[in-house]
């Protein structure tokens, strides 16, 4: 039941983001239509990828992705929320370094096929943290691709914008490759073993090999 809340809400965001393409397209305001309708379709590819390569997120992974979309595309551009709170790119950046911080972990985990003595736990942190900087100057890119095409803003004050930006980018996923570390270790930061977990068991047939700490000592 709980699955299904995650993907009504969802679809709800989809449906809002529609109506308010069309509604901005009714009154002339092109620009918003543009921003709404892309917020549809990048929030969607990560659906896409993942079809593509058979992995299943938690609903709780899909829904951060879409909502993380709409406040950074939607909110932060048509609605200039970036001009309104000073804190919503600091905000934004740090939540999704952290969750590509957690996401390369796993990422780099499953290819060890869950296998957590194949490699040092150090070294696979620091793989997930090199994924996780890749994806947010990946996303700096982007900023200015968006800029230079259609004459927005992303950047902000241009270089100094997109520094504080890494830096914010290498902070979180400094603290997602720290909380891989630990999870190695069988140790715990703030909770955010439950995300692991949650994310081993809907992909367990890529961790043939898992097997949590504590039920290797015993064993």
């Known amino acids: ?22 509604a901005s397209a ?30 299943r997120l938690p609903p709780s992974f899909l829904l951060a992705i879409v909502l993380f979309t709409v406040m950074s595309l939607f909110l932060g551009e048509a609605f200039d929320f970036y001009e309104r709170l000073w804190w919503w790119d600091i905000f934004l950046h740090a939540f999704s370094a952290l969750g590509f911080g957690i996401l390369g972990f796993l990422f780099i985990f499953m290819l060890f096929e869950g296998d957590r003595y194949a490699a040092p736990p150090w ?19 982007f900023e200015f691709t968006m800029d230079q095409l259609f004459g927005l803003n992303m950047q902000k004050s ?13 902070l979180g996923a400094l603290v997602g490759a720290v909380a891989g570390f630990l999870y190695l270790k069988g140790r715990q930061l703030g909770g955010l073993e439950a995300l692991f977990d949650q994310f081993i068991e809907a992909n367990r047939r890529f961790f043939r090999k898992y097997r949590r700490k504590d039920e290797g000592e015993g064993g």
């Open 1 to 22: 039941m709980k699955r299904d809340r995650y993907h009504l809400t969802i679809y709800l965001i989809w449906a809002a983001l529609g109506v308010a393409a069309l």
């Open 158 to 170: 241009g270089l100094p914008d997109t520094m504080g930006d890494l830096i914010v980018d290498a």
């Open 123 to 141: 070294a696979m942190a620091f793989f997930g943290y090199c994924f996780a900087v890749t994806m947010g100057a990946t996303w700096e890119i």
């Open 26 to 55: 009714f009154e002339g305001r092109w620009s918003t239509a543009f921003v709404a309708v892309g917020t549809i379709v990048l929030s969607y590819l990560p659906f896409s990828a993942l079809e593509r390569f058979q992995l």
